[in-house]
């Protein structure tokens, strides 16, 4: 990218919104985990939606790929410019209108953090129910591109269920934006559906019409100890069947709990570990405690339990699990394979994975954790070089072989864009290719996630 099309990007943006310093750029050209890193000319921080189209346009002309960046949390190596990309960050998109009371609904700009929003729409008594642990720098654009989940998906949905509107810049140039919110509006295709879970190569979002819901009044938190896997994946199903008040079910493992006690300092939660923990979040109008604890009562293989209502107490049971990401990136950069499985299907798959990663790389250590309320498991794999891609191909085979998605809700990146078609026909990733085509027609968004 040569001096003429930075300048032309200071003309639409301003210069001091083109970073061009190693040092400052530093941070964006390597994702969370650190396995994937790259370098780039330049960041530009575009500070509108016109900004955003006129720096589209700057780059079809010159041919410059890019690379959309919200909070750089992504989990499959998409959202950083590992062929040498300019970055379009969505640092200064950050306008927030008011929490519209009547219609439960906020607009947002795509810079906006996830946490923002829900704070936003605490205080007007509302809740945004998307939730995961990178809430406080995952953008809602971000979050939007990869359609990310978190862990009350069993309750209200994913982020494409929040999803009302949206305003974006297409790579053809188009400003599309339907930020009106009308909850019934069938005209013509869903185009926020599509941009939802495109991972920034079809477009670049820059503001969202956002779904709340009603915030619960009570709520209760359990830690509950299991003997084995397949209790705990066995009682939460038979929960989900019995109740509509489940926000979060959770599962974690007896050696993620005593990583994260250790890393972090804190106690470990019982006198004696469980095979497996399920995390498990209720709530209502009414105190949830009693019919909770008459479920829990019910499960079998049951070993321990621990119940809070509490703020400070339910955040106490809480970071068991939200803090398992960290934990194990102090381990060693790891190998994430984010996969659903058939509910049938899922104890066995936990049971069978750690023997089929030892297969090819045997010193390596398997991790698992993940939201077993809708069957998504994450399989961390540390003590394995970055590029050892041996074992994705089994690893993700393997899911495929036991009627799971290689992709519950972090998307494909650059990191499976090679096993994309294990998952998805001939017919889906020839309609992809053609969306791609008449929405990206230079091929300049992204270029290396998905389709590559
Ligand atoms: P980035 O990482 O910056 O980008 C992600 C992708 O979106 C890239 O392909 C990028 O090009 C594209 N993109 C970013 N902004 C835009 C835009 N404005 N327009 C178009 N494309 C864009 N994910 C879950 O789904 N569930 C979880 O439970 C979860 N937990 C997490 C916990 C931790 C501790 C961490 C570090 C990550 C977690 N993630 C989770 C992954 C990650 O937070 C989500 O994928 C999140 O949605 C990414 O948002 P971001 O703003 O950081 O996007
Ligand atoms: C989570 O559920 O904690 C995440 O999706 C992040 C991860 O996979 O590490
Ligand atoms: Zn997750």
Redesign the pocket.
Same mark, same amino acid.
């Given at each position: 990218m040569g001096p003429g099309v930075v300048r032309e990007l200071a003309e639409v943006v301003g210069s001091a919104h083109v970073v061009t310093d190693p040092e400052l750029l530093a941070a964006h050209v390597v994702d969370?985990t650190g396995r994937f890193r790259g370098h780039s000319p330049a960041m530009v921080r575009p500070g509108s939606t016109a900004e955003v189209a006129g720096v589209l346009d700057v780059c079809r002309r010159h041919q410059v790929a890019l690379?959309?960046?919200?909070?750089?949390?992504?989990?499959v190596g998409? /959202?950083v410019p590992l062929a040498g990309e300019l970055v379009l960050s969505?640092q200064r998109?950050t306008s927030a209108g008011d929490v519209d009371l009547a219609a439960r609904q906020i607009t947002v700009g795509?810079g906006v953090s996830v946490e923002t929003v829900q704070l936003a729409a605490a205080a007007a008594g509302l809740r945004y129910a998307v939730d995961?642990?990178?809430r406080g720098?995952?953008?809602i654009?971000?979050?939007?591109?990869?359609n990310?989940? /978190?862990?009350n998906v069993l309750r209200h949905g994913g982020t494409r269920e929040q999803l009302l509107g949206v305003e974006?810049v297409l790579g053809t140039g188009d400003v599309v934006s339907r930020l009106s919110g009308l909850v019934k509006d069938n005209t013509g295709y869903h185009l926020p559906g599509l941009l939802c879970g495109s991972?920034?190569t079809l477009?670049?979002?820059?503001a969202a019409r956002l779904r709340l819901v009603e915030a619960p009044s009570q709520v209760v938190t359990a830690l509950v100890g299991f003997a084995t896997i397949d209790d705990a994946v066995t009682a939460v199903s038979t929960w989900r069947r019995a109740t509509d008040l489940l926000d979060a079910a959770e599962i974690v493992l007896a050696a993620g709990v005593q990583l994260v006690a250790a890393t972090f300092g804190y106690p470990l939660p019982f006198d004696r570990p469980c095979a497996a923990y399920v995390l498990v979040e209720a709530s209502d109008h009414d105190d949830p405690t009693e019919r909770f604890a008459e479920l829990v009562a019910g499960a079998v293989g049951v070993e321990q339990v621990a119940v809070a209502t509490d703020a400070a107490r339910r955040a106490a049971l809480w970071r068991y699990r939200d803090e398992h990401?960290?934990a194990i990136n102090t381990v060693g950069v790891p190998h994430k394979f984010d996969v659903t499985l058939p509910i049938g299907a899922l104890a066995a798959f936990m049971a069978d994975v750690p023997h089929v990663v030892a297969e090819v790389e045997p010193t390596a250590i398997t991790w698992l954790f993940g939201?077993v309320g809708d069957g998504n498991v994450h399989v961390n794999v540390t003590g394995v070089a970055p590029d050892a891609d041996h074992l994705d191909e089994r690893v993700l085979g393997f899911v495929v072989s036991r009627g799971g998605s290689i992709s519950a809700?972090?998307?494909i990146?650059t990191a499976k864009a090679r096993w994309l078609s294990l998952d998805r026909s001939a017919g889906d990733v020839s309609a992809m290719r053609a969306i791609k085509r008449a929405l990206d027609p230079a091929g300049i968004l992204?270029p290396g996630?998905l389709l590559a």
């Open positions: 969370w690379v959309p960046q919200g909070g750089n949390t992504g989990m998409g /959202g969505s998109l795509a995961f642990g990178a720098s995952a953008t654009g971000g979050s939007i591109a990869t990310a989940g /978190g862990i974006a991972e920034g477009g670049v979002v820059t990401t960290a939201h809700e972090h998307g990146g992204n996630v």
